[in-house]
Antibody, heavy 122, light 110 residues
């Protein structure tokens, strides 16, 4: 059974840092591109970052570029999101999601974790 | 990258059909057939309902269908059921090799 489980969320002060993890199981993690998607309380979904299977291609939303770093460890079947210089507007549930391709393009997210809540507040 | 535009809410009676629109630009929805739709119940993770404009993943009811015309994609739910009450989000690949989500639509079954 495919599973992705996020962890590492919590309360952090503005300007602080936090590292999220996503543990994958039930599929060959090293073969898949992975995404981080977030959802602020009562708001919609926002794509945050994407990393290809071998970490060769990495993309970020403008809202987090220069502050967040996505990475992965295929030997540990794990995805990470290092979040620095956190702001109140980064408060959200952060989801890890697997990416499927169609004709060479990242087409959709088929499996999502349950998310981990990050709260940025003094 | 601006969010795709969806109506804030759509409602219908059981058994009726409803359609949710998703409007983007030629750099996302209009430029690629990689539009997907997600259903999200309160407190739950999003669930993939439609991908590549009009394809259903295994296990998703055939009451859900998708289409696209120009810069606007649409999700239609036919034979509306109480369990369809949820938030729905469209998403598209973009010319910047990123992904953009819609603003979200709350579906209410009257």
């Amino acid at each position: 059974e495919v599973q992705v489980v996020e962890s590492g969320g919590g309360l952090v002060k503005p300007g602080g840092s936090l590292r999220l993890s996503c543990a994958a199981s039930g599929f060959t993690f090293s073969s898949y591109t992975m995404n981080w998607v977030r959802q602020a309380p009562g708001k919609g979904l926002e794509w945050v970052s994407s990393i290809s299977s071998s970490s060769s291609y990495i993309y970020y939303a403008d809202s987090v570029k220069g502050r967040f770093t996505i990475s992965r460890d295929n030997a540990k079947n794990s995805l990470y999101l290092q979040m620095n210089s956190l702001r109140a507007e980064d408060t959200a549930v952060y989801y890890c999601a697997r990416v499927l391709y169609s004709s060479g393009y990242p087409s959709r997210n088929d499996y999502w974790g349950q998310g981990t809540l990050v709260t940025v507040s003094s | 990258q601006s969010a795709l535009t969806q109506p804030a809410s759509v409602s219908g009676s059981p058994g009726q059909s409803i359609t949710i629109s998703c409007t983007g630009t030629s750099s996302d929805v209009g430029g690629y057939n990689y539009v997907s739709w997600y259903q999200q119940h309160p407190g739950k993770a999003p669930k993939l309902m439609i991908y590549d404009v009009n394809n259903r993943p295994s296990g998703v009811s055939n009451r859900f269908s998708g289409s696209k015309s120009g810069n606007t994609a649409s999700l239609t739910i036919s034979g509306l059921q109480a369990e369809d009450e949820a938030d729905y989000y469209c998403s598209s690949y973009t010319s910047s090799n990123t992904r953009v989500f819609g603003t979200g639509t709350k579906v209410t079954v009257l």
